[in-house]
């Protein structure tokens, strides 16, 4: 109940391509939806957040798409940059209760 | 730009140790975590501490770790008796005043031997 699932584990893009991360979740309590970016030897950083009441949510290259029915969120950045390498977290949460996080996708943006 | 500092890095200790993991969150944050990751898992919520007490912690809180803050900026981790399961990377993580908009400190990587 408390879970958000993500998918994939790992995903590998070319430069200007777009990089596609999903997110599950089961809880209908939840009312925000946040992603964090994470490089390495350094602490998640807050990347881009959607609540329930919009479908989409869109900051430069980063956009998410929500769909509240199906209890599903996307990540999607266009034009990915070899900088966007890192890994990136969903993440949800109920009220002001404590965010839950997917397990992390790691992204590799190759030239 | 502000932001949580944690030391050590790294800590490597014998299993039974106790560890005391600190940080310094921003200054004018009110609302204050500790999170963990093991190695290639999700970032899992560990406690969180809102005017100069616990106001939630996880199961994996148990009566081995606390926290406090000990003076104005500090706030420490304590793990008693440390397992070889708590290896893992260990986040502090400080708000202006909801938990949406944390901001994590860079952790520390503790090895449980």
């Known amino acids: 109940q408390q879970q958000v699932k993500q998918s994939p584990q790992s995903l590998i893009v070319q430069k200007g391509g777009i990089s596609i991360i999903n997110c599950a979740y089961e809880n209908t309590a939840f009312d925000y939806f946040p992603w964090y970016q994470q490089f390495p030897g350094k602490g998640p950083a807050l990347l881009i957040a959607i609540r329930p009441d919009v479908s989409e949510k869109k900051e430069g290259r980063f956009t998410i798409s929500f769909n509240k029915s199906a209890k599903q969120f996307s990540l999607h950045i266009m034009d990915s940059q070899p900088g966007d390498s890192a890994t990136y977290f969903c993440?949800?949460?109920?009220?002001?209760?404590?965010?839950?996080f997917g397990k992390g996708t790691r992204l590799s943006v190759i030239a | 730009e502000p932001e949580v500092t944690q030391t050590p890095s790294h800590q490597v200790t014998q299993m039974g140790q106790e560890v005391i993991l600190r940080c310094v969150p921003i200054?004018?944050?009110?609302?204050f975590y500790w999170y963990r990751q093991i190695l290639g898992q999700k970032v899992e919520f560990l406690v969180s501490f809102y005017n100069n007490e616990i106001s939630e912690k996880s199961e994996i809180f148990d009566d081995q770790f606390s926290v406090e803050r000990p003076d104005g900026s500090n706030f420490t981790l304590k793990i008693r008796s440390t397992k070889l399961e708590d290896s893992a990377m260990y986040f502090c993580?400080?708000?202006?005043?909801?938990?949406?908009?944390?901001?994590f400190g860079s952790g520390t990587q503790l090895s449980v031997l």
């Open positions: 200054s004018n944050h009110l609302y």
């Open positions: 993440a949800a949460m109920a009220g002001n209760t404590p965010l839950v």
């Open positions: 993580a400080s708000s202006p005043g909801t938990a949406e908009k944390l901001f």
